[in-house]
C-alpha cells in the first residue's frame, strides 16, 4: 500500500483542474487515478477528431439510458471520456459558463461562496481567453479559450445575420456581459489543438513532477475507518491495488461513475444498497438522484450554397484541409463544427434566456451505437440548426444494477417527464421554422430535410421531436450540493455529508442545471474545490 497527501479518483474535466492547481499551490503528495488510458490518441488533440472519439472503447465509456418513454421508448446514448482529460478530451469543445442568475441561485439554495461574484472570480483565475483580460474574462490563466469568428465556416456568418431578421441581436461574447442574443461560439483550443483539462492542468504539473498520474486502473471501493475515508481499493489488469490517503480523497469520475462508487462503498440510499447485498455506511438517499441533462432537437437543411459537407467527402477539400492545419494549425480540422449558437427567450416576459440555439456549417447522419464515427456527411451541401432548452425541470436517477464495479450503472434521466418542458421544446422547434423562414435563410435553403414536409403541426412536430431528439451530453447533479443530507451530498465545501475526509469535485454535485454546455462550469468546480481544499489546510496549520 503506498500513501499520499491527496488522491483524486477520476483524471477529467474536473480532476485535472483540481489536481493541477493543488499541484501549483504546493499541497503534499497527490495522486490521480483514471480508469482509462493516456490521451494520447491524435483523434483527441485534432480538435475535429471528436468525431472519431464519439463511439471508441477505449476512449469512451459508451453509456446508455434506460428505454425513455416520453422518446418512444428510446434508449439514448450517452458518450463519457474514459482517458485522461476525461469528457474534455472527447467533447465539443464548446466554452460556455452559464448564466448569472445560475449560480446565485446556487448560493440561494445554501451554498454560500458559489454565487456569481465568486464563480466569476473563479473563471477569471483559470482563464487565458484570446479576448484578453475584462471584466468578464481572464488572461494568462492555464486555460486558454479561442474566439473563432475569423475562422468560421462562411455559412455561420449568414446564421448570424439570419439570426438578427428573427429578433437575436448579434453578441460578439457569448461569455460576456450577457449570453442573450447570436454569435459565434469560444471553443478550447490552443493553438489548433484540443485544449483540454489535461493539457491546461494537469500534464504540466506531471511535467514538474508534482502529481503522480495511474492510469488504466479502476477504482473499485473506497476504504473507511469508521465512517472516515482512508483509502481506495483499485484494479488494474488482473491485479488488486490499496491506496491510502493521509489527508484527503476527492471523487472527480462525472454525474455517473461518481455516485455508482459511493454506492458501491456504502454510500447512498440505504434500500438500494441492502438490496444488491452492501451493507449500508452512510445512509444517504440523494447520491444518485436529481439526475439532469440538456436534450436537443435538430432542424436539418439542404444548401444552395457549400457546406463543410462537400470538403469533408472529397479528396481534394480533405488535402486542402489538411494542408491549412499542417502550415498554419488553421481551417475546419482546428474548430468544432458546432460554431454559430447564442440563447433566447421562448417568451418575451421571461427574465433571461431559457432556449440555447446551436448551428453547424455541417449535415449528418447520426451514426448507430457501436459505430466508430461521429457522423457520415450527406452527399449534399447540408447545415443544421438546433435547439437545447437551458433549464429543465425533469429529474432522473442514476443507481447500481449490481455490486460488481464493472457492470454499467442504470441511468435514468427521465427526459420530458415534466409537460413544461416539452411546452418550452415545442416553442424551441417553432422557433427554427421562423428562422428558417427569414430572408437569409429562405435564400439559402434549397429543401428542408429533417424532421421534413409532415411535420406541419403541433401533433406531428411533437412526434419528431419524440423520435429524434437527443442527448447533447450534459449530465449533471447526481450528488448535488446543499446544506441537508436528506436532499443532498455534498455540502458547500464539497464535503460529503456524515464522512471525514472525503469531497466530491465534478459536475454531479450542481444543485441546478447551467444554463449551456457544462465542461467549462464543471472545470470551475475543480478550480473552486482546489481553492477551498488549500483554506481547509492553511485553517487546520492555524489551529
Not at 128 to 150: M, Q
Not at 168 to 184: E, Q
Not at 292 to 310: E, F
Request: charged share 20%; net charge positive.
Amino acid at each position: 500500500m503506498t500513501e499520499w497527501d491527496v488522491i483524486i479518483v477520476g483524471a477529467g474535466s474536473a480532476g485535472c483542474v483540481l489536481a493541477g492547481q493543488l499541484a501549483e499551490a504546493g499541497s503534499g503528495s497527490i495522486l490521480v487515478i483514471e480508469a482509462g488510458p493516456r490521451d494520447r490518441s491524435p483523434w483527441i488533440h485534432l480538435p475535429i477528431g471528436y468525431g472519431k472519439t464519439f463511439y471508441h472503447p477505449r476512449l469512451n465509456w459508451m453509456y446508455r439510458t434506460t428505454a425513455q418513454s416520453e422518446l418512444d421508448g428510446r434508449e439514448i446514448y450517452q458518450p463519457r471520456g474514459k482517458v485522461v482529460g476525461g469528457s474534455s478530451s472527447i467533447n465539443a469543445m464548446v466554452y460556455a459558463r452559464g448564466q448569472q442568475e445560475d449560480f446565485d441561485e446556487w448560493e440561494r439554495l445554501g451554498n454560500p461562496g458559489w454565487g456569481w461574484a465568486e464563480v466569476l472570480a473563479a473563471y477569471r483565475r483559470m482563464e487565458d481567453h484570446a479576448l484578453g483580460t475584462s471584466p468578464w474574462h481572464g488572461a494568462g490563466g492555464p486555460l486558454h479559450v479561442t474566439d473563432i469568428e475569423a475562422q468560421a465556416h462562411p455559412l455561420t456568418a449568414l446564421f448570424v445575420k439570419a439570426a438578427g431578421e428573427a429578433g437575436l441581436a448579434f453578441n460578439p461574447d457569448l461569455n460576456g456581459a450577457t449570453s442573450a442574443g447570436a454569435g459565434y461560439y469560444q471553443i478550447t483550443t490552443r493553438g489548433g489543438r484540443r485544449e483540454s483539462s489535461a493539457r491546461a492542468f494537469l500534464h504540466p504539473a506531471r511535467r514538474r513532477g508534482r502529481v503522480k498520474l495511474e492510469t488504466e486502473a479502476l477504482v473499485t471501493r473506497i476504504l473507511f475507518e469508521g465512517r472516515r475515508a482512508v483509502g481506495l481499493e483499485v484494479r488494474r489488469g488482473g491485479e488488486t491495488l490499496l491506496y491510502r490517503a493521509r489527508r484527503e480523497i476527492v471523487l472527480a469520475g462525472g454525474a455517473f461513475n461518481t455516485p455508482q462508487l459511493l454506492q458501491l462503498s456504502g454510500i447512498g440510499p440505504a434500500n438500494l444498497l441492502t438490496r444488491h447485498g452492501i451493507t449500508p455506511l452512510q445512509d444517504l438517499p440523494a447520491v444518485g438522484r436529481n439526475l439532469q441533462d440538456h436534450l436537443c432537437y435538430d432542424h436539418v437543411y439542404r444548401s444552395k450554397l457549400p457546406s463543410l459537407n462537400g470538403a469533408l467527402l472529397s479528396w481534394p477539400g480533405r488535402i486542402g484541409m489538411a494542408l491549412n492545419y499542417l502550415l498554419g494549425r488553421r481551417g475546419p480540422l482546428s474548430l468544432s463544427v458546432n460554431q454559430g449558437g447564442g440563447f433566447f427567450r421562448t417568451r418575451p416576459e421571461l427574465p433571461r434566456p431559457d432556449m440555447q440555439l446551436y448551428f453547424s456549417p455541417l449535415s449528418y447522419e447520426r451514426a448507430l451505437p457501436g459505430v466508430r464515427a461521429l457522423m457520415k456527411p450527406d452527399p449534399f451541401a447540408g447545415f443544421s440548426l438546433s435547439v437545447s432548452p437551458c433549464r429543465p425541470l425533469s429529474r432522473g436517477h442514476v443507481a447500481i444494477r449490481s455490486p460488481d464495479p464493472h457492470a454499467p450503472p442504470e441511468i435514468s434521466p427521465n427526459y420530458l417527464a415534466e409537460p413544461e418542458d416539452v411546452r418550452v421544446l415545442m416553442a424551441g422547434a417553432r422557433f427554427l421554422h421562423r428562422l428558417a423562414a427569414t430572408p437569409t435563410f429562405a435564400s439559402l435553403i434549397e429543401a428542408e430535410i429533417r424532421p421534413g414536409p409532415d411535420a406541419v403541426d403541433e401533433e406531428r412536430h411533437l412526434t419528431a421531436i419524440r423520435q429524434n431528439a437527443y442527448s447533447v451530453f450534459h449530465p449533471c447533479g447526481t450528488c448535488r450540493m446543499g446544506p441537508d443530507p436528506r436532499s443532498a451530498v455534498v455540502d458547500a465545501r464539497l464535503r460529503v455529508h456524515g464522512i471525514e475526509n472525503l469531497r466530491i469535485a465534478d459536475a454531479s454535485i450542481f444543485p441546478t442545471i447551467p444554463s449551456g454546455n457544462i465542461n467549462a462550469p464543471a472545470m470551475m468546480v475543480g478550480q473552486r474545490a482546489a481553492e477551498l481544499m488549500r483554506d481547509s489546510t492553511r485553517e487546520a496549520s492555524a489551529s
